[in-house]
């Protein structure tokens, strides 16, 4: 397949596809929910070969479980299009309308995209997710799944793009890439590609962002911080830090660092220190921090200071000793990623400052890091995390899938009366 | 002066600029007013250098006109800020309020982007526009304009910085660049600058979107089309179309290709060629369309299809003949530059395929292209006119200024909770 011509005929076909009505879309995804139910054996089947195929490479269990889609994940993302299909249409609405002057009215209405990109890890649920938000939202997409599941994926995208197209939605709604080669092709589609969203390692994301001129959404990096104030209930701490940390501690929100107000060190430290230890938390701090975990019985490295900017993916943490909120700010601002930060206090002057200072996608107070997810907001699903500051922040659900476009209606109006003083513009808001 | 060591600064100062108030901001603008008003004498002293400078180097008087900063500019910038500071405040707006489970609510802000870089053309009310808008948005802005207006520019910048600074903004709020090198230090500052809004050619444009990794708002090209479909009201044809071609042909919005509906042309054409070549506006076509002109007894110079990505900037034209909507659409789509194109119909049916088919940040009927700016949007002024499709489309404001961020408030929630199924999320806005 050539990537580049098929992306030609999609843009082609965009301006279709954003046309298509509520009904179509919706009626599509209604089509992929009972195709998918319909055809589960087969998924299972083609999933039973990439496990096999898994289990030979010798690939670790914690990864199997991201690979598998069984009963569990099919009901999970049938949910998931179910509650898609209730949320309002994204499209057609109305941002801004304004009278200019008489007869001239001018509209901010929202569109789609258009052809957006989506190179995603190996997770069988992440194709359904993705490709039915891009339905629902009237965007064409381009779909490269991680190898490692390739024959579920290719199960599930016949059955989706079969249905999709079959309830009448353009040819060049959806396409698969699966080959890796064609990713670099993809990258050089900057004529017709819109958008990409790559997900997976930081290293595989700053590649994307370093070899294309097409704009890219997401994240590299997920420095996720917690800082406990001197003012935090410390009986709250430790399972939210806990939550954080090791409830599934290779994903982008779960916590890399922990600050600590120096008044609150003494006390806390220890029933932290323990915590991880029970856990099996690796600890690495400030030698000030590994000192004082050490007093306390626990072994915990001596980290440099630059070494703040780590993520580390797995059961290991560091830590920090700081002076109040201003200086927790100042870290995080400085070796943070931008993604989700919390504070723990019961100090509303703190929780404000911190809250509004630090300069990330999320910022939380008193819970977990870990709800930084678009179907834990309330989105449905998530394309992915952007911690970018342009169009979407945070979790990427339908919002972040729609852009706008002005239209104006006039009667022959013309700039020069204006510039020559014959009209004055009248601005109301309609 | 050391670009990236000020962008530095400017991005620790960033925080205290996106909390400070509305009032403090407001105030800042009437300073800035008042400081303008107190200092026209100096002003227009420095501008009369730069006017000097301009007739000795042999500028053009349509450029000059440009450079130019007198009593007029003064009063219409003037306006604009009193115009800002009567608009609401575009920070700390509430965009989304949710409860996701009992004590649990997630809110999404919005703030300021940061540091912004403007780099802009030789035209002082740029400048003042530029600053009042990052003012009223709470960003920190670097701004490097053209050096043709050096002596004015200098004269406003300090003038503006100094009632801005006075008024209580942070140190970091504003930062000129002088230097033509420092554009090329500026580019490079994508740890500390979160976005580059530059103006100007299209060549210029292109430069600085292919040398940094800093995400880019604005447009390289304006190729801007007008459509007379077999249904338009023709009286109105010409003032429109002459008025998008030579009120200010400089400009991005201005028209560059005239596309016209086969069944049209015959009545059409003439009357159109007369006027083109009355207002000295060179003509030039596919065969089929200088053919027809030149059977009207005017000139029309044939053209290659590639030709029609063109943007001139002068009174020339491009003319085409189509066979209906459907065809203007594909010319559009494949040759435009997604900024500004209008159909001329009294059908509703074609105005509406051509308003929902073009991928454009406007889509107009029946009036100029010139109407896509800031101001006469009712934006008070513009930062600049976006053809990307993520962030901000068209002319941008103080909307585009800013995005927002998740605010979650907890009392020790954990994820582990509803991963383990102890807890559901119950989603209800707010």
Chains 1, 2 share one sequence.
């Not at 092709?185 to 994307?208: A, H, K, T, W």
């Amino acid at each position: 397949m050539n990537i580049r011509e098929e992306a030609q005929k999609m843009k082609l076909d965009a301006p279709a596809m954003a046309s298509s009505s509520i009904e179509m879309r919706n009626a599509a995804l209604r089509a992929v929910r009972d195709a998918l139910t319909a055809g589960s054996g087969e998924i299972f089947a083609a999933n039973a070969k990439d496990m096999a195929a898994a289990d030979k490479a010798g690939i670790s269990d914690s990864i199997k479980k991201r690979l598998k889609f069984n009963e569990g994940k099919l009901r999970d993302v049938l949910a998931g299009i179910d509650e898609l299909i209730r949320l309002p249409d994204p499209l057609g609405k109305v941002l801004l309308a304004r009278e200019l002057d008489e007869g001239l009215r001018l509209y901010r209405v929202s569109v789609p995209i258009g052809v957006i990109g989506v190179i995603f890890e190996a997770r069988p649920d992440a194709l359904v997710q993705i490709s039915s938000l891009c339905i629902k939202s009237g965007n064409c997409a381009i779909l490269k799944g991680g190898k490692e599941t390739s024959e579920t994926n290719r199960t599930l995208f016949r059955i989706i793009y079969s249905a999709a197209a079959g309830a009448g939605l353009p040819k060049g709604c959806l396409l698969q890439a699966e080959q890796h080669n064609e990713i670099d092709e993809l990258l050089s589609c900057d004529r017709d590609v819109d958008l990409l969203i790559p997900r997976g390692s930081n290293q595989f994301v700053q590649y994307i962002m370093n070899h294309t001129k097409i704009p890219v959404m997401g994240h590299a990096d997920g420095v996720c911080h917690i800082y406990v104030d001197r003012a935090a209930d410390l009986s709250m701490a430790v399972p939210v830090i806990l939550d954080a940390k090791t409830q599934y501690p290779a994903a982008c929100n779960a916590v890399e660092t922990i600050l600590i107000d120096r008044p609150a060190a003494d006390v806390f430290l220890p029933t932290l220190a323990k915590a991880f230890s029970d856990a099996g938390v690796t600890m690495r701090g400030t030698k000030e921090a590994a000192d004082a975990i050490k007093t306390c019985g626990y072994d915990c490295g001596v980290m440099a200071e630059d070494e703040f900017h780590r993520e580390y993916l797995d059961l290991t943490v560091s830590i920090r000793l700081v002076d109040g909120v201003k200086e927790a700010v100042s870290h995080i601002n400085r070796f943070g990623s931008h993604h989700t930060d919390s504070i723990l206090t019961e100090d509303d002057g703190a929780a404000e400052y911190f809250m509004q200072m630090v300069d990330s996608a999320g910022v939380y107070r008193n819970c977990s890091t870990r709800f930084a997810d678009g179907y834990r907001y309330g989105f449905g699903a998530e394309v992915g995390i952007s911690t970018g500051k342009l169009h979407a922040r945070g979790p990427v659900g339908l919002d972040g899938l729609v852009t706008y476009k002005y239209k104006l209606f006039g009667e022959g109006h013309i700039v020069g009366d204006y510039a020559e003083g014959k009209r004055q513009f009248r601005f109301r808001d309609l």
